[in-house]
């Protein structure tokens, strides 16, 4: 049996799709679209609130596609608080408007692939990979991944050093992306669907078809890898979700 990798865990994280139903939406009148969007808003400055008290992170976007039609990604200290948030969302007026998408649920997750430290719970960077705070970029892409389990490409049978060297040299290549994009990866084994999740924030949307194009020719990703759905999206700023919300 080959060694398992142990990891680092930090915040869990909800990646919550939404689609409005634009057509129901429309037959409210002025004064309960403007209500509604004023309690959506109300929530979002307790998330900052948390956000200032480096208590958890979130982000929202917009997603181009028919996937769904805006990102809601909360980071929060428990699975307890996760939910919590869920349900809170659920029960304003604009959960009434909107269809669940698609949903993951994982944690923020740092594997001993990764170079070790004496204590890594006391090197702040580690710990700002940890509980980040989700940048303000004006792109986002999401995307969840397993390791493949085929044959001769089972990622699990082989020795640990072998995986090391592997993810050495794919970290190699994301390295080189350092200021461009950022990587949060979030575990998912136990949780969801895939055993990880990855999202990449970006200035540039183009950055992130070039980083993973040129990791699929790292024999990590071009033997071992297989992909879910991607979701890409636009940064929605608080000053902006009236705007996108008015019909």
Not at 38 to 57: A, P, V
Not at 133 to 149: E, G, Q, S, T
Request: glycine share 6%.
């Amino acid at each position: 049996m080959s060694e398992a990798a142990q990891t680092l865990d930090g915040w869990y994280c909800l990646h919550d799709f939404r689609t409005v139903d634009w057509t129901t939406w429309k037959m409210l009148s002025s004064d309960e679209r403007q209500s509604t969007i004023h309690e959506f808003l109300s929530l979002i400055e307790k998330w900052n609130t948390t956000q200032d008290r480096n208590e958890g992170s979130h982000a929202l976007y917009t997603v181009v596609g028919q996937k769904a039609d805006f990102m809601m990604m909360i980071m929060r200290p428990t699975m307890e608080e996760l939910n919590e948030i869920e349900t809170e969302f659920n029960k304003t007026k604009l959960a009434e408007f909107t269809v669940p998408a698609h949903s993951y649920v994982s944690v923020v997750e740092l594997s001993n692939y990764l170079p070790a430290t004496e204590d890594p719970y006391q090197n702040p960077q580690i710990l700002a990979r940890l509980y980040p705070k989700l940048p303000k970029a004006n792109y986002v892409c999401f995307y969840p991944m397993d390791k493949r389990r085929q044959g001769n490409d089972n990622w699990y049978m082989l020795p640990m050093e072998d995986r090391k060297k592997l993810m050495y040299s794919h970290g190699m290549i994301g390295r080189q992306y350092a200021g461009k994009v950022k990587q949060i990866i979030t575990g998912s084994v136990g949780f969801d669907d895939y055993e990880w999740g990855v999202t990449l924030f970006a200035d540039d949307v183009l950055q992130f078809k070039k980083l993973v194009y040129e990791m699929r020719f790292d024999e990590v990703s071009a033997r071992y890898g297989e992909f879910g759905s991607f979701f890409v999206g636009n940064i929605l700023k608080e000053e902006r979700v009236s705007s996108f919300l008015q019909v």
